[in-house]
């Protein structure tokens, strides 16, 4: 089945830590992107990728890093250095072109204790 | 990129129609109308774009005003699954920011039995 897979779904970490999120495609799209949500609020963008080893910065970057070394893989880093990470973290990916519909990964809840 | 005022809730009996309103006043020439639904703790999922006609595919249909400074998402006969939190995005039109969707807080539709 074609798609985006996250992992894990449910991630717990102590405070100073940094803590890689898993985001892979097999859609053949070339951009991706990762969004951050925290409760009643909308989605919030961190970071996108339009092309393999390219990335921008998104609204909300600071404490985040990113990483763009294959096609199919896009991992975001939560550093100690971001004050809130507890969210719900979503990743997508769309093609350049067509619609430009993005599809969103079933994302990965992220707790710091 | 332009902003997008949406009610936060609405409620609609199921196998109604339910028509869900945003309001794009500062939407550019080239900037597209997108929705989006999210179900909860799940990613969101396209439903519809649009530019300046009125669009239907098999979920929704989507009417924009001859002005284009607003919408409105028509789900013609909701059921219980139509549950969710709808977003009314404005799509930048090119450059670098081509792709990127900045999602306000959504109209939370509750259908009814």
């Known amino acids: 089945d074609g798609g985006i897979t996250q992992s894990p779904k449910y991630l717990f970490r102590k405070e100073g830590q940094n803590v890689t999120l898993s985001c892979e495609q097999n859609?053949?799209?070339?951009?991706m992107y990762w969004y951050r949500q925290d409760p009643g609020q909308g989605l919030r963008l961190i970071y996108y990728s339009q092309i393999v080893n390219d990335f921008q910065k998104g609204d909300i970057a600071e404490g985040y890093s990113v990483s763009r070394e294959k096609k199919e893989s896009f991992p975001l880093t939560v550093t100690s250095a971001q004050k809130n990470p507890t969210a719900f973290y979503l990743c997508?990916?769309?093609?350049?072109?067509?619609?430009?519909?993005?599809?969103f990964g079933p994302g990965t809840r992220l707790t710091v204790l | 990129d332009a902003k997008t005022t949406q009610p936060p809730s609405m409620d609609c009996a199921e196998g109604r129609a339910a028509n869900l309103p945003c309001n794009h006043s500062?939407?550019?020439?080239?900037?597209?109308v997108y929705w989006y639904r999210q179900i909860h703790s799940q990613g969101p999922q396209y439903i519809i774009h649009?530019?300046?006609n009125n669009e239907t595919n098999e979920m929704a249909s989507l009417i924009i005003t001859e002005d284009r400074k607003s919408s409105t998402l028509i789900l013609p006969h909701a059921t219980l699954r139509d549950t969710a939190v709808y977003y009314c995005i404005v799509r930048p039109g090119g450059g670098t920011s081509y792709g990127k969707l900045t999602f306000g807080q959504g109209t939370i539709l509750t259908v009814h039995p």
């Open positions: 859609l053949n799209h070339d951009a």
């Open positions: 649009g530019l300046k």
């Open positions: 500062t939407i550019s020439g080239n900037e597209y």
């Open positions: 997508a990916s769309s093609n350049q072109g067509g619609r430009y519909e993005q599809f």
